[in-house]
């Protein structure tokens, strides 16, 4: 007895020390790690209606006041919006927008004047909106060449192909090509305050500040880089085939001109949406005693030349301030209270399916 | 010496013409190179994107890539759109272009082998490669070499000329296997003569069973060929110092090579589904794609001819008509939308399948560490499949046991041996496998082991020193000891070999042989010796003589080659596998232990030789040739002292090594020398044996008869050196020795005796089969010398016939073997595997049905399956045995008749109910409508088991029967194939497959299994057990049985639902993207333009929301492994493949479009007629949709480890930063869109954030809320398994383990006072039997019917154990008769012997009586019986017999041609002698029928 027991623990000795491959020396033995053996610490929720419901709550309680407060911060935003596409014989542009072609020379003005019913306190963003205007159709988005646009020579005089067919006119590269540009909003909107005595001031708007900085400063840049007769830089293009004046001429601030011109740059900001905005001038709070916009009367004179008729678009001037959010949108303030109701309600129907259905479970758990 | 044969004997196929030319004629034949490779360099390019392309998804994505090259329609930048279909494509080019090289390299290894190839020019053997060796070439083989092609054995050094072969890589089996000189070369003397013959043979095949040809000499001789004469590519040889012969098939055309075709591709069943809804994908993007282009047309329609500036021209400048533009919009739809068809899907299900296979691998509860090998997942694309499962097909030898063959106990002339310190020592090894740990460390074991018995301590001592190990290993601990003590291959492990002598029968033993050797010393006869004594002797001499082991000498060690099995990729040729894979227990003798390469083994081989060669290894093959012209009358005794101590003797008797072909054997062999009676040497004509105190006897051995499996014996002519009298010993089966029993005569006490020999041994053998025991009959026959020459005449003839050898033989040995005179019987355990019954008693509750195929006889089978639960003992069994086609169809017929009868119209609702209770068991599913209607299905599956024979299998799988055969078999609980061949199993698998469209797995782990394996949807190999053809044919490769649990159970069922859910997730995911876009063209005039920046669109689904999807995919876990498996129930929701159900496709999708439209619309309306510009307004969408979709992740998320945490924040810090840098990177690339800063004015805008809140929510919100309402209104199984992990350990342990008293109360065996509760359909009560006869059998000879019940009431409470025995008649002249088997629940049976009823003499009953008293044992008389399985607990059901008064006599008679199931008739008695005098009139009243 005691003989084989030693020997057998004699011989596992020996086999461990010279065992050659032997089972112990080269094991295969998979590493008991809580990562291999797929035993990693876990959350595991279940989904049910106890565990739920507090979520369910909570939504619903942090979501409504958040609606509410938006809401509020959207209804204290002053908005005023004027279409004047001059659609109906009684519009005062009705005679603008029968007459019209892209090419025509002679400007035709229009003035509409309106009634500012509050003042507007803060400072007052003056934006144009177009409506059923597809800035973001396919052929439309692509048709723009960023390398011209940002200054370089060679694009400035080969086009990229995306411009086809606004790529070249008369063999001439166009700058800037492409459909956007070529479409390019060329009405001019001012603004005139009528005193209560009846004099006419006009408001001042600024045309600086209304594009994104980096787009004003980085991704479009003049060709010729500071060099300021844009003339001669712009020398050998052609102007895009609806516009009626080269792009060096669309303002005569250097800064502002060319393709750093920032109504251009805001115009090459396509558009999301078929109806769209886009930032026209700032009128800027000039004190704290005055508000920017007193109530009032006012005319806004339009040089009307943008045709919208082949597209029944719609053309507005649209005068708003704006909030931390934006401009004017009761939309998601109304979102929040309605999804927080709503989580809300599920949260009670989900606290009656657990007390009737709940403990069911639970018991036959245990029972069982 | 043999070299010098002409070389003119040159193969000739096909007999074309039989012309010599210089050159090798048979050049056009295939040469012996291999190529498994798919690719050439250059093929390989054209050849993979060929292959890459029959992927329609690839087809696909190529097309949309180039579509971006046409203009007109192109959606993005060309180049960018390219970039990820390149990158799929040469990700799976690069995996494709490894895989192949590596084939190369085992190739070209392989082909680069050496052998001894004969040339012609120098005439000497030459080493050549393996690659040059021609058909026709001759080849000088050695010792442990491997065959490099088919070639026919021409000349061996063996003086037999005989050649032993090891052929495991082919078939699997180890032991070692004779193949012989051709037979006209058999008497030639080196060096050979010239020849110049022709060979003819058949055409390549792929049998590895069959080969015939004949050998045409130069005088016209005509010599046969066969498979003994055939050295197959691949096996090794053994034992033979030196083998000549020449290449019949070579290279690809050898029958390994055939054999080998490769895997076949296999899809899940997951991905079939998954491509039905791809498809659907496909039909949504058309219609989407339609929808727009309809759209775009009208749109343009609308404005006439006025044409909207941002209606830009065509770049030539022309216009396009709006139905053009519709075309073209189409085209470019099918651009933006293409994320709906996910690229990105394919390749992460391949990520997720590889990780799956990954953690698979590494579970450690998959390792076996006594072979220190585990699963091996060779198929990667079909991990899911495992938890799909609903069909197994399972191997039973090696399978589910482990194919070890331990001696249990025996019965000699009627007197049973009951071995009980035997059965102690079997006990101990199971024991010691719980208790491995500190029995190893304390050296306990084999202290307790030594307390049991004393013969054992001296042996482990003698073991630990003889260099034998185990073959197989029984238990962990054992194996652990065995590998400790030597890592040298021997046959047995000692838990085969150790057989505990019965005192009793050792003393009986010893007694006859020192009265034998008295007799001999006086010169006394023989046959003076007491007749049971003389049994006795017979009895052992039978047992060692009786069979065709090889003794060999541990001096003679085996060699093998010995390399370590380390698969690390499918391996597809044998030579691959030959190469890379030698078991551990292949590893070779101690002189070359070390080496571990072929290059290394090939000196050793050399080594091996020179040792055989040397004078100090002399082998025990020559020393019996020394004692060779000691034989007949001269009795070859040794002076061998006797001696009785065990020490001494095992200490020589130790040194000797049975080689067995069939375990069996082996285990009876060890088994009688545990009693003294020991081979020591086997010739072809002289068997040695030594007894105790006659010293060596020498038995001339004139003919042996091998075992068939028609036969199902096998028996030896000898002539006895004692009596000198020619004696036939026979062994086999139970139930065709007991037919050939000489009818005992009924005058003299002569034949008395063997009436009662008879009779008990019947008792006994039943008792076995009881037990689970493999059960033989040993008989002997003394023929006179004029019977013998009589016999031998015939014999001769057959032997020497051309035309129908095979038959004739067969004929011969029937006419030899009759009127036996039976000597006892022997109970032979092959031990199940560990945790066999509880894997399949678990799996079974997973609703896996399980089917065994075997190709064992029935009997075994059946006891098998009862001993691992798979039959359960209240089951009724169909056997179906037919012998032609038209007696197949009727039993089917009548099954299935009867199956109506008894189930679906008297007692569907019950049965489905048991059943479904029982199946459902765990009572915490307050409502389970997917589990009833599960059962509901019109096939039922009751309480059957069928059992079928290969025969009738053949039959059943006519195309005619098939469904007949289905339609029964799949209303059975367990069915039962015994004796099917390998194709029969692959048919069978087949069948099931394709006709019940359900999904198969097939487990087996030898040669025979392979084309099962193939066949299944899963094939399963057991590694380690029998070879490597099943390992290397299948899917996975588990090292045991038992680990099928954790693989399907756990790991399948995770692989299925991760991957179902993942699959779901990205059909969503995609879906909900790609809407977004397609809400978006109502409002860009369905322009094809996107909001979302191309970058972001091509690489949302590659980059930015591919991490936590993956890692959900790869580990998610809904329910722990512990409750998996404490819960197989749980297994069901794969099989009813829940987590993906069609609708789900929908359900997801409308989910997917109801998400896009709150992402879509919460922004637009929040940007409504504002100055948001494009990108601008598009990026927060991208975000949300990002934001939406890992957090529609998160709810469908069941575990949250660090990793899930991790990869989301980690996607969306991705996205954050990849847009960031992507948006300040550069203000004039990425044309033609360029979101410049976007991002950065993105992140300052408040409004962002408060989208970024709620439109998540709100879109999740009805999903959160659904999955919450059904958590708690109708959980899924698996939603309460989930909860069960919830809970404290403490209460889970409690409630799974009250749900498993429970379940294993009705799966289980149950006791009966606990049954008494229970109560039971009546049908369940008895173990009723049926009985077919077919036309042959049916006239007057259907038996009745007898049961009785000694267990009185209990068998109204369903744990009844009535006796059943069925008669049926089965005569010599029809020796296919149809058998009918039953069930026997009373271990007691014994049935009457007699050819027919009629002829039952009347004496019997009387005798039966007497029996009845003598021990509570039931008789029932008139037919023979053919298999009698028994109940296990059978045992433990006399005890609980009720001390008086309650017991009922219960007699059940049967009629098959009436309705079944409905004729019985129960008869409660009291069991009194009255009662007993009924029954035997019934008997007697029955008999006369």
Known sequence: MMASSYNAKDEDGHITVSGPGGGTLKNKKPDNTAFKQQRLPAWQPILTAGTVLPAFFIIGLIFIPIGIGLYVTSNNIKELEIDYTGVDMSSPCFNCSQNFSWNSTRPCTCTIPFYLEQAFESNVFMYYGLSNFYQNHRRYVKSRDDSQLNGDIEALLNPSKECEPYARNENKPIAPCGAIANSMFNDTLELFYIDPNGTKIQIPLMKKGIAWWTDKHVKFRNPGGNNPNLTAVFQGTTKPVNWRKPVYELDTDSENNGFINEDFIVWMRTAALPTFRKLYRIIQKKNSMIPTLPRGNYTLEVVYNYPVGSFEGRKRMILSTISWMGGKNPFLGIAYITVGSICFFLGVVLLIIHHKYGNRNNSADITN | ?1489
């Open chain 2, 1 to 1489: 010496g043999v070299g010098e044969k002409d070389t003119e004997t040159l193969g000739k196929f096909e007999a074309e013409n039989g012309l010599w030319r210089e050159e090798n004629p048979n050049r056009h034949y295939a040469n012996n190179k291999i190529k498994t490779t798919k690719y050439t360099l250059l093929s390989f390019l054209p050849k993979n994107l060929f292959e890459q392309f029959h992927r329609f998804a690839n087809v696909y994505f190529v097309f949309i890539a180039l579509l971006n090259f046409v203009p007109v329609v192109n959606a993005f930048q060309p180049e960018l759109a390219l970039a990820p279909v390149v990158f799929i494509l040469s990700v799976t080019a690069i995996k494709d272009l490894w895989e192949d090289y590596r084939r190369h390299r085992s190739d070209k290894e392989i082909n680069h082998m050496d052998c001894l190839v004969y040339s012609r020019l120098e005439r000497r053997y030459v080493e050549r490669y393996w690659k040059e060796v021609r058909v026709g070439d001759f080849i000088r083989l050695r010792c442990n070499e491997i065959l490099p092609a088919d070639v026919l054995l021409l000349s061996s050094s063996d003086p037999d000329r005989l050649c032993h072969i090891e052929t495991a890589t082919l078939d699997g089996e180890t032991n070692l296997k004779q193949r012989q000189v051709v037979r006209s070369f058999f008497d030639l003397v080196r060096p050979l003569l010239f020849y110049n013959s022709i060979i003819e043979c058949e055409k390549p095949n792929n049998d590895l069973n069959r080969f015939r040809g004949y050998i045409i000499h130069r005088n016209g001789r005509r010599d046969g060929l066969y498979k003994e004469n055939l050295l197959l590519r691949g096996c090794t040889i053994r034992n033979t110092e030196e083998a000549v012969g020449i290449v019949i098939y070579a290279g690809h055309e050898t029958k390994a090579m055939l054999n080998n075709n490769g895997p076949r591709y296999k899809r899940s069943k997951l991905e079939r589904q998954m491509n039905v809804d791809v498809f659907w994908c496909v039909i949504i993007l058309l219609v989407m794609c339609l929808f727009a282009a309809v759209g775009h047309g009208l749109w343009m329609f609308q404005y006439g001819d006025k044409r909207p500036v941002f209606d830009v021209l065509s770049p030539e400048g022309t216009d396009l008509s709006p139905i053009l533009s519709a075309i073209y919009l189409f085209l470019t739809m099918i651009i933006v939308f293409q994320v709906l068809i996910p690229i990105s899907l394919f390749v992460s299900i391949e990520i997720v399948k590889i990780c799956q296979v990954y953690f698979i691998h590494q579970d450690m509860d998959l390792y076996d560490e006594e072979t220190d090998s585990h699963l091996q997942c060779r198929a990667l694309n079909i991990t899911e499949d495992l938890g799909q499962m609903q069909y197994i097909f399972s191997d039973k030898t090696g399978t589910l046991t482990e194919n070890k063959m331990v001696f249990r106990r025996c019965t000699v002339a009627g007197v049973e041996y009951s071995h009980d310190a035997n059965a102690r020592r079997l006990a101990m090894y199971q024991e010691m496998d719980s208790e491995e740990e500190e029995c190893m460390s304390h050296g306990g074991t084999l202290t307790r082991r030594d307390s049991v018995t004393s013969h054992q301590s001296a042996r482990v001592v003698l073991r630990s020193q003889s260099t034998k190990s185990h073959r197989r290993t029984g238990s962990r601990a054992e194996a652990k000891r065995a590998s400790i003590l030597s890592k040298h291959t021997a046959f047995s492990s000692p838990m085969e070999k150790d057989i505990t002598p019965d005192p009793q029968l050792l003393d009986k033993v010893n007694e006859c042989s020192s009265q034998l050797d008295f007799m001999r010393f006086h010169s006394q006869p023989m046959s003076q010796l007491p007749s049971d004594l003389s049994d006795i002797i017979d009895f052992f001499i039978a047992l060692t003589i009786c069979n065709t082991v090889v003794v060999s000498s541990p001096n003679q060690p085996r060699q093998k080659v010995r390399m370590r099995f380390e698969l690390k990729s499918p391996v597809k040729t044998i030579e691959d596998f030959i190469k890379r894979f030698t078991p551990s227990r292949l590893t070779s003798g101690s002189n070359s232990s070390s080496s571990s390469s072929l290059i290394t083994n090939r000196s050793s081989n050399r080594g091996c030789s020179s040792v055989l060669s040397s004078p100090s290894a002399e082998s025990t093959l020559t020393k019996l040739d020394e004692e060779r012209p000691a034989r007949g009358l001269e009795h070859a005794f040794s002076p061998v002292p006797p001696n009785y101590e065990g020490k001494t003797w095992a200490a020589e008797e130790g040194e000797l090594r049975y080689e067995a072909e069939s375990p069996d054997e082996a285990a009876l062999v060890y088994a009688a020398r545990a009693y003294k009676c020991s081979l020591v040497g086997r010739l072809p004509d002289q068997v040695t044996v030594e007894l105790p105190h006659l010293g060596k006897l020498s038995f001339e051995l004139l003919h042996t008869l091998g075992f068939d499996s028609t036969r199902k014996r096998m028996s030896v002519v000898v002539r006895h050196p004692l009596t000198d009298q020619i004696t036939v010993y026979t062994k086999g089966a139970d139930s065709v020795i007991m037919d050939l029993i000489k009818p005992p005569s009924t005058d003299n006490s002569k034949g008395k005796r063997q009436r009662k020999i008879v009779y008990r041994t019947q008792n006994y053998l039943n008792l076995y089969a009881a037990d689970g025991l493999r059960t033989l009959c040993i008989a002997k026959k003394i023929l006179t010398k004029e019977e013998y020459a009589c016999w031998l005449q015939r014999h001769l003839e057959a032997e020497t016939a051309i035309q129908g050898r095979e038959e004739l033989l067969f004929e011969s040995a029937l006419r030899l073997e009759t009127n036996l005179q039976l000597l006892g019987a022997t109970g032979i355990e092959d031990r199940l595997q560990d945790g066999v019954p509880e894997t399949i008693a678990s799996l079974r509750k997973a609703g896996l049905q399980i089917w065994v195929l075997t190709g064992d006889k029935q009997e075994t089978a059946i006891n098998i399956a009862y001993a691992c639960k798979l039959l359960e003992p209240e089951e009724e069994i169909l056997t179906l045995n037919a012998d032609s086609q038209e007696a197949c169809a009727l039993l089917l017929e009548e099954s299935l008749h009867y199956i109506q009868a008894k189930f679906l119209c008297t007692s569907t609702d019950q049965a489905a109910k048991t059943f479904h209770s029982e199946f459902a068991a765990f009572d915490i599913y307050p409502s389970s409508p997917p589990s009833s209607s599960s059962h509901t299905s019109p096939f039922t599956v009751h309480r059957l088991g069928l059992v079928i024979d290969g025969r009738t299998l053949a039959y059943a799988l006519d195309k005619n029967l098939e469904d007949k055969f289905l339609a029964v078999a799949r209303s059975c609980r367990s069915v039962l194939c015994c004796r099917s061949t390998p194709l029969q199993k692959s048919m069978v698998v087949k069948l099931v497959r394709n006709k019940l469209k359900v999904m198969t797995l097939a487990i087996g782990d030898g040669a025979n299994d392979v084309s099962m394996i193939q066949v299944a949807d899963v094939g399963v190999g057991i590694s380690g057990q029998e070879g490597m053809q099943a390992v290397m044919a299948s899917d996975f490769a588990l090292p045991r049985f038992q680990y099928l649990q954790k693989l399907l159970l756990v790991h399948g069922h995770w692989c299925y639902s991760r991957l179902a859910n993942m699959i779901l997730y990205f059909f969503y995911k995609n879906a909900m993207f790609v809407a977004l876009i397609f809400w978006y063209q109502f409002y860009c005039g369905f322009s094809g333009s996107a909001m979302i920046d191309q970058w972001y669109l091509i690489f949302f689904n590659l980059m930015f929301s591919a991490f936590p999807q993956l890692i959900t995919g790869t580990l998610d876990k809904d329910v722990s492994a512990e409750t998996l498996q404490q819960l197989p129930q749980l297994y069901m929701n794969g099989q009813n493949s829940e987590e993906y159900k069609p609708y789900m496709f929908w359900m997801n999708m409308i989910d997917a479009f109801y998400q896009s439209l709150v992402c879509f619309f919460l922004p637009y309306f929040a940007y409504a007629d504002s100055d948001v510009d494009l990108f601008t307004w598009g990026t927060p969408i991208t975000t949300l949709a990002l934001f939406t979709i890992l957090l529609h992740l998160g709810i469908e998320t069941k575990t949250w480890t660090w990793m899930n945490w991790a990869s989301i924040t980690f996607s969306i810090a991705l996205f954050f930063t990849v847009a960031l840098c992507y948006n300040a990177s550069c203000p004039t690339c990425y044309s033609p869109s360029n979101p410049y800063w976007t991002m950065q004015r993105l992140l300052q805008d408040p409004l962002f954030y408060m989208l970024c809140v709620i439109t998540p929510l709100a879109a999740l919100l009805p999903r959160y809320f659904y999955r919450a309402c059904q958590g708690t209104l109708f959980p899924s199984p698996v939603q309460v398994g989930r909860q069960l992990d919830k809970l404290p350990s403490e209460t889970r342990r409690n409630i799974l383990s009250l749900s498993r008293v429970k379940v294993g109360a009705q799966l289980g065996p149950k006791p009966p006072f606990l049954s008494l509760l229970k109560p039971f359909p009546k049908d369940y009560n008895h173990k009723d039997q049926k009985s077919f006869s077919n036309s042959k059998t049916a006239q007057g000879c259907q038996g009745p019917v007898l049961q009785m019940d000694n267990v009185g009431k209990s068998h109204q409470k369903g744990q009844s154990s009535p006796l059943g025995v069925t008669h049926s008649k089965k005569g010599l002249s029809d020796p296919y008769t149809f058998v009918s088997t039953e069930i026997d629940t009373l271990p007691y049976t014994k049935e009457a012997p007699g050819h027919t009823g009629e002829s039952q003499p009347p004496s019997t009953k009387d005798s039966d009586c007497l029996d009845k008293t003598l021990d509570p044992s039931d008789l029932s008389l008139s037919s023979w019986i053919t298999s009698t399985p028994l109940l296990t607990q059978g045992d433990s059901v006399q005890v609980t017999l009720p001390p008086a008064g309650g017991s009922q006599c219960v007699t059940y008679k049967r009629n098959s041609e009436e309705t079944p199931g409905l004729d019985h008739t129960v008869r409660p008695t009291r069991r009194t002698e009255e009662q007993l005098a009924n029954c035997s009139k019934d008997h007697s009243l029955q008999t006369t029928l």
